[in-house]
């Protein structure tokens, strides 16, 4: 788990703990005031401004109050339980470490393409939280209460996360492309970890709603109608 946890960590994440008590709050209270980051309070808001201002929507007592499951784990607490700026501080030094090291070793062109690794996976995931919960971007499979989209662009640079209306139907999913053309990078690696014995207890959709994905989908190219109207016929 350390391994796959360090590599959002070593790409400029923050805090597992923060990361992940964030987060909850996200679905939680997604597109409805107290939300830490939807775009209904700016696309900039959404794509980065909101990580300066976490303690105005979440006290570091109710942040660690989301994430009993990683506070139990000694070396995520060291890596920063609030939402101090030493947390951040911490991810960046170990982050410029790291890099001096793969300079180091690999020089100068694998450290470039480390940081464009980094900078197309940093800026993917801020781009879900600010891109796919806007309306008219992308589409909608499942009628969710909150105002998130499936957009394929996001989908391949965030390497699956783009499927966002699909993850916020079954947020417990490791898979959140529901249909084959749905490309979901990160899915095929969890199968694959399940396939070597690698990873357990893996949560998929339910069937019924990966054709109820499947079907939106096929329906709003063939009639040329978009995803909302494709919701109204289903209800
Ligand atoms: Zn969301
Ligand atoms: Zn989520």
Redesign the pocket.
């Known amino acids: 788990m350390y391994f796959i946890v360090s590599g959002g960590y070593l790409g400029l994440m923050g805090s597992p703990i923060v990361w992940v008590g964030v987060?909850r709050l996200?679905?939680q209270k997604s597109d409805v005031d107290g939300d830490p980051h939807s775009p209904k309070d700016g696309f900039k808001h959404a794509l980065y401004e909101w990580m300066f201002d976490m303690r105005s929507v979440q006290s570091d007592e109710e942040m660690r109050a989301q994430v009993p499951d990683l506070m139990a784990d000694p070396l995520f607490r060291k890596l920063g339980d609030d939402h101090s700026p030493w947390q951040a501080q911490l991810c960046l030094g170990l982050c410029i470490v790291f890099r001096v090291i793969i300079w180091a070793v690999l020089g100068p062109i694998g450290l470039a393409a480390n940081i464009f690794a980094t900078a197309t996976i940093f800026w993917s995931t801020q781009l879900v939280n600010a891109v796919c919960h806007l309306p008219n971007v992308g589409y909608r499979s499942h009628n969710t209460r909150e105002q998130s989209r499936n957009v394929w662009f996001v989908g391949l640079l965030a390497l699956g996360e783009g499927w966002h209306n699909n993850?916020?139907a079954v947020?417990k999913s490791a898979r959140h492309g529901m249909a084959w053309y749905e490309v979901d990078v990160t899915w095929y690696a969890v199968w694959l970890l399940e396939k070597l014995g690698l990873a357990k207890a893996v949560i998929r959709p339910p069937k019924s709603l990966q054709r109820k994905a499947v079907e939106s989908v096929e329906s709003a190219f063939s009639f040329d109608t978009g995803a909302e109207h494709i919701l109204v016929k289903q209800e």
């Open positions: 987060h996200h679905h993850h916020h947020p």
